[in-house]
């Protein structure tokens, strides 16, 4: 049976420092922890420094051997890490069966990357002389990790540095803390030794000031927010390598010959799936004018057929909001967006016997929203789409380069030449099309523009090597 959802629902707090809580009953708590101290970052550089060394030295099978081992084990524990990632981040048990498939992918790959770690032989100009390469591991990788994809993103970042060499010390987000516990013991479990590995808990900035200053800290990785990404660029020790993946502001174009029934069904996993919390997820679809208004009518169904609820309950489509800081957010800004002219075309239904304290949102299509509302100029991290009507493919590009930032866009079209001409100018680092803008492969590359990703190392496939190993020449006189 569905209900309304509150459009106002009453304040909320985030849990106590130290626990983490189920999202959609906030007064469950599912694990405990304690929070790191500046003095426990410092060592978990120094035992992962210590460590790296002979982690490195090892054949590359011991490597891929415990990195496979440990894509078996994720496997094998599927259910079970599933249930732990919808306890604490609120996605729907299928959707977080796949981000476990997909870690373990990912572990797979990684285990072949150990074998990849190459160097090249070059021609020189000095007669006698061999020109060559050598790559090797950094030694200490710091991965800071966030609540959204609390598995698939931590394996995206620890497995290719672990494969090269590399020591990782993992720093998950605080909301889902037991995930990132249950991966470091699922780790040591399959051959990775715990000093490899070390784990940070908990959001005290003296912490992570003293892991980002730590000049053993060769490189950081971190997904998150605008905010958080530029504080890591501005505390991080000067010669440390950064990979930083940030806020999407992205569109789906949906043009005049568009298949309108898929590209709704498209937009609505895009935009909808996942609650919206996904940095690739789609806040905005530039639709032609002349199909606008039956792009909004087969929209507005697929709105309508969705259900809010608990994630372990059946027939539930989208989970609650992760922390009581979305829900606030979301809320106030869906509430501004009504105030500024913005009309609300379709909302989901929820589950009548849902916990009132959960931290709800329910996915809302939006029309006639102001060009500079936050809902159209922002990034909205989630269950909320708006529809902008433009005149055709070009002025949906020109307002999708017009962005700040440049993660994904995609576009709806059945003329090749109309999607190849928007593929090749958007100013994005991932086009899809006739495909959601969220999802991506395990082997491509993953990174955005513009204000998106800082630093020019993209994560995913064989080029993750390049952001955890260094390069060395070397010239070896041999005589004539």
Not at 30 to 46: C, G, I, N, Q, Y
Not at 261 to 286: K, N, P
Not at 429 to 436: D, E, H, L, Q, R
Request: hydrophobic share 50%; charged share 20%.
């Amino acid at each position: 049976m569905h209900s309304a959802l509150s459009l106002a629902p009453a304040a909320r707090s985030d849990p106590p420092a130290g626990r983490s809580v189920d999202p959609s009953a906030p007064g469950r708590i599912v694990h405990s922890f304690r929070p790191a101290t500046a003095a426990d970052a410092r060592a978990a550089v120094e035992a992962a420094a210590a460590a790296a060394p002979g982690w490195a030295a090892l054949p590359p099978l011991r490597r891929a051997t415990a990195l496979s081992g440990l894509a078996d084990l994720l496997e094998r524990r599927a259910d079970e890490i599933a249930a732990q990632i919808t306890r604490e981040e609120g996605k729907p048990l299928g959707a977080a069966r796949g981000e476990v498939g997909k870690s373990a992918e990912q572990f797979r790959l990684a285990a072949q990357l150990a074998y990849l770690v190459e160097g090249t032989s070059f021609p020189t100009e000095t007669p006698g002389t061999f020109a060559y390469t050598l790559r090797g591991p950094l030694g200490v990788v710091a991965a800071v990790t966030p609540w959204n994809f609390p598995l698939s993103l931590a394996a995206r970042k620890i497995a290719p540095a672990l494969a090269a060499g590399n020591a990782v010390v993992f720093k998950p987000s605080p909301v889902a803390a037991g995930v990132g516990a249950l991966l470091a013991e699922i780790a040591v479990e399959a051959g990775v030794p715990a000093a490899v590995l070390p784990v940070l808990q908990g959001h005290d900035p003296a912490a992570m000031d003293a892991l980002l200053r730590d000049e053993r800290v060769r490189a950081v990785t971190f997904t998150g927010s605008d905010a958080v990404g530029a504080l890591v660029r501005e505390r991080a020790h000067g010669q440390a390598r950064l990979q930083l993946e940030l806020g999407g502001r992205n569109a789906a174009v949906v043009a005049a010959d568009a298949d309108l029934e898929q590209a709704a069904a498209d937009v609505a996993v895009g935009a909808f799936g996942l609650t919206g919390q996904a940095c690739t997820s789609t806040d905005r679809v530039l639709v032609a004018r002349p199909v606008a208004a039956e792009f909004m009518r087969l929209l507005a169904a697929h709105v309508q057929a969705l259900t809010v609820g608990p994630g372990t309950a059946a027939g539930v489509t989208t989970g609650p909001v992760a922390t009581a800081a979305q829900c606030e957010r979301l809320s106030a800004l869906k509430g501004s967006a009504v105030a500024a002219g913005a009309r609300i075309v379709a909302e989901a239904g929820a589950v009548a016997d849902r916990d009132p304290e959960g931290f709800w949102v329910a996915p809302t299509l939006f029309s006639d929203v102001p060009d500079d509302h936050p809902l159209v100029t922002g990034e909205v991290f989630g269950p909320f789409c708006s529809v902008l009507p433009v005149a055709d493919a070009d002025e949906a590009l020109t307002r999708v380069n017009a962005s700040s930032h440049g993660l994904v866009a995609a576009i709806h079209t059945a003329d090749l030449a109309v999607a190849h001409r928007f593929a090749a100018r958007a100013h994005t680092g991932i086009v899809k099309v006739n495909a959601p803008t969220t999802g991506n492969g395990v082997t491509p590359p993953f990174g955005g523009w513009k204000a998106s990703s800082g630093g020019a190392f993209p994560e995913g496939g064989r080029q993750a090597l390049d952001f955890v190993t260094d390069t060395k020449t070397v010239y070896l006189t041999h005589g004539s």
